[in-house]
């Protein structure tokens, strides 16, 4: 492509963020630390959230799904209207009703597991129902296929984007996915490589953001320390194709923090009391090709499956 041609566009979407000041560049997240350091997420860009299992990836991914698809910024009106953002969702590990519970209980606030346990008044049923007549409103498609390939979710990724125009796309999560070439079969590394690439290549493709979900190997856990990129599982080229690479942590179990339990309380009541109050989570942005690294802190709540915002006193 000649310079000719790339020039005025990338002068006309300066231009746009000048005029969208107060706004971000991408699509937000929904979390304004974050934001602020990412400018939201763009077109073309692979993100990757790492964690160890059971950490909350998947809970953040549907938590910032949330957020994406309440509001979106109107470049005609240079203001947020609703509905939001497009997003496909792509499960490998669960199934679209697991998703749609959590989405049910983080979104109207109610604890998943009195909903699991069928413990709700008439009132909360009344308000689980609202909120689900409101999320089916909203623009998400879930694909609920295990076992898929790249060159599969590729395909239908490309008809997503061509019949309903989705803006972002979640895959939940890298390691799941296979790859199907001859060279694949070589050893993990070398699939696992292939999967990373062409997740960048469909990036690029349909010039959406593409977040996709992985998970880390146990040095973290043996060593007591924190995530960093080397500790990405399988492979070193997830590194190399992200754009932006998240890593997430519980800080309780890093810092000292309270965690399983104190001498004065069994397991149960400190698991009990640590789910009413939330845990602070780390989120490590360990590489962004184009912006800024740090880390940040979230609250996670076990009782809705949600990511929040920490609030502004605890930072």
């Known amino acids: 492509m000649r ?4 020039a005025p566009r990338t002068i006309a979407m300066i231009e746009q963020l000048i005029r969208g000041k107060g706004f971000y560049g991408g ?25 160890r299992p059971g950490v909350g990836k998947t809970a953040l991914a549907l938590s910032m799904a949330r957020h994406i698809l309440r509001q979106r910024l109107d470049p005609s009106k240079n203001e947020l209207v609703r509905p939001g953002y497009p997003v496909a969702f792509f499960s490998l590990e669960m199934s679209a009703q697991q998703l749609m519970f959590r989405l049910l209980s983080s979104h109207a606030g109610l604890d998943s597991e009195q909903i699991r346990r069928g413990q709700l008044s008439d009132s909360q049923i009344t308000a689980l129902r609202g909120v689900a007549a409101e999320i089916s409103d909203l623009p998400l498609l879930l694909d609920e296929s295990s076992l898929l390939s790249i060159g ?25 996915l296979t790859s199907g070439t001859d060279r694949a079969r070589e050893s993990r590394q070398v699939e696992v490589s292939e999967i990373s690439r062409g997740l960048k290549a469909l990036a690029m493709e349909l010039n959406v953001p593409v977040v996709v979900l992985a ?37 309780s179990e890093k810092e000292g923090g309270e965690s399983a339990e104190t001498p004065s309380e069994d397991e149960e009541t400190a698991r009990s009391r640590l789910a009413q ?23 996670f709540q076990p009782r809705f499956t949600r990511f929040d915002s920490l609030p502004r006193e605890a930072r």
């Open 3 to 6: 310079a000719a041609e790339v």
């Open 27 to 51: 699509i937000p997240s929904g979390f304004d630390e974050l934001d602020q350091m990412t400018t939201g997420f763009k077109g073309g860009e692979m993100i990757v959230i790492a964690a």
């Open 215 to 251: 998970q880390l190997n146990r040095k973290p856990e043996e060593t007591n320390s924190d995530p960093a990129l080397h500790h990405l599982r399988e492979s070193g080229s997830i590194e190399q194709d992200a754009d932006v690479v998240l890593l997430l942590s519980r800080e």
């Open 152 to 176: 599969q979710l590729r395909a239908r990724a490309r008809r997503l984007k061509k019949m309903h125009h989705i803006e972002i796309l979640f895959i939940d999560y890298l390691q799941l």
């Open 277 to 299: 109050r939330g845990i602070i989570c780390k989120l490590n942005i360990a590489k962004q090709r184009n912006g800024p690294t740090d880390r940040i802190r979230l609250l």
